[in-house]
């Protein structure tokens, strides 16, 4: 799906009996989204610490993935922030719905915009901007917020089930236009024609245009080098932008960073792990609310054990 003309569309097939529970879930995520905030943040909370109860084997990756990366870290200190990322979890769920069903002005009430005068003056340049974001779990209401503001276009992975695929899509794709991420070309071009293009880099995404690269503790992780190879090809502005929940509980914090300085356009394995440090920066501005359930470093050079065994 590389533009809206390209966007799933409705099929008479998606009343069929086997996507009953697609529908049910839709329908249960669009009445939670009429709950007061407080409300959502108390249950995601309680969701979350659920999840870290019965999901053994996520808590166990993302213990062990705090383990690697924060070895400086006492035992209690990944224990309080392991228990705090489970509840960040549980709060994704509502913020998916929030991104998906509430209207423009209810998500501008709770989103405080930081950094963001700079974007008239990068887009009087003409260069188009890859912002850089990381998988936190509020991700979702991130790109809607972001999109409210600078709409752009977002890498967008389909989903094997289409009813959830088509409100997926229609979900994220209200502000912003999406690109299938096998899309290269059209990232190029939509890059070179001076507008902003969405990537997160922070995933173990195998060994298909990769390098080995600092990560937190964990010298060598594989790393996507696709963030110097879109940049080298549309000789765009390269930037972060990461989004926060406020610790009061009111709201977030959507930041734009400056375009990063002195980036590796000719070097693919000198801006992995240039990216990287960026990535990083992002994270530790709210480390208890990124994605650590995955396995980050799943890959690994040859001959070197597998580090969640």
């Known amino acids: 799906m590389s533009s809206k003309s390209d966007a799933p569309t409705f099929q008479w097939s998606f009343l069929h009996p086997k996507y009953l529970h697609t529908w049910i879930g839709i329908g249960l995520m669009f009445l939670l989204s009429w709950l007061p905030y407080r409300t959502q943040r108390f249950l995601g909370k309680k969701l979350g610490l659920l999840i870290m109860k019965f999901f053994k084997s996520r808590k166990k990756i993302a213990k062990r993935n705090l383990e ?65 974001a ?35 899509y229609r979900g994220r794709g209200r502000e912003n236009s999406l690109i299938e991420r096998r899309d290269v070309k059209q990232m190029i071009r939509r890059l070179r024609e001076g507008e902003f293009v969405w990537y997160a880099p922070d995933h173990d995404y195998g060994r298909h245009r990769y390098a080995w690269a600092p990560f937190f503790a964990v010298e060598k992780a594989c790393t996507t080098t696709g963030t110097h190879l879109l940049a080298h090809a549309s000789h765009c502005l390269v930037s972060s932008a990461s989004f926060t929940r406020d610790r009061d509980g009111t709201g977030y914090t959507l930041t734009f960073d400056p375009p990063m300085e002195a980036f590796p356009y000719d070097d693919a394995e000198a801006s992995a792990v240039y990216t990287n440090k960026f990535v990083e920066r992002s994270i530790m501005r709210a480390p208890e609310q990124y994605m650590w359930l995955h396995r980050r470093f799943k890959s690994r050079p040859e001959g070197e054990p597998s580090l969640y065994d």
């Open 68 to 132: 690697l990366c924060f070895p400086e870290m006492t035992g209690a200190e990944r224990e309080t922030l392991l228990r705090e990322n489970f509840e960040h979890m549980g709060l994704a769920f509502f913020e998916t719905c929030m991104a998906w069903f509430w209207p423009a002005w209810r998500v501008k009430k709770h989103v405080k915009y930081v950094g963001f005068e700079q974007i008239e003056k990068l887009k009087a340049e003409g260069r188009g901007v890859l912002v850089t």
């Open 134 to 168: 990381v998988h936190s779990f509020n991700l979702e209401l991130g790109c809607r917020a972001f999109g409210l503001h600078t709409p752009g276009h977002g890498v967008y992975r389909p989903n094997t089930n289409p009813v959830y695929d088509w409100f997926q």
